[in-house]
């Protein structure tokens, strides 16, 4: 009697519903993480601020007012008439993201501040921000104010 040789395997139509199987969770695994990335860079604009607005505030109890201006990358530096020598508030801050930037608009006859940044998750947008109060070219979605 011959011996008769079974292979046992996978046939071609198998292989290719496995691979688009696992093809269309890795699309989807993709999409999720994105949004978790933007979630992300979102919670550092808005530690940034509230970095940026400590330090405001540490200037303007040395200084009596806060900067005029502020130059991008964000740095808060104090200089030998105010601070009594050169201070560093903060070292340089930038947008996760480049390209971005934060907004920063002084009100000299008030004497506030606003800080604007441009979020990238929906879900995590401040209703109560004004592009207005941000600057002309600003797209506001989160801001914070000098107390």
């Known amino acids: 009697m011959k011996d008769i040789l079974i292979y046992k395997g996978f046939t071609l139509i198998e292989l290719l519903v496995v691979i688009s199987i696992i093809g269309i969770l890795i699309a989807l695994s993709f999409f999720g993480f994105q949004g978790a990335r933007e979630t992300a860079r979102d919670a ?34 104090g200089d030998a008439t105010c601070s009594g020598g050169a201070v560093t508030y903060l070292e340089a801050i930038s ?30 947008r401040d209703p109560s921000c004004a592009a207005a109060s941000c600057g ?12």
């Open 44 to 77: 550092k604009r808005k530690s940034d601020l509230e970095s940026i607005r400590s330090a405001l505030e540490l200037y303007k109890a040395d200084c009596d007012a806060y900067p005029a201006s502020l130059s991008y990358p964000i740095e808060v530096t």
């Open 95 to 124: 947008d996760p993201v480049s390209g971005r930037e934060y907004s920063y608009v002084y009100t000299a006859a008030t004497g506030t501040y606003v800080m604007c940044a441009s979020l990238e998750s929906i879900d995590s």
């Open 136 to 147: 002309e070219n600003a797209v506001c979605s989160y801001s914070v104010k000098n107390p």
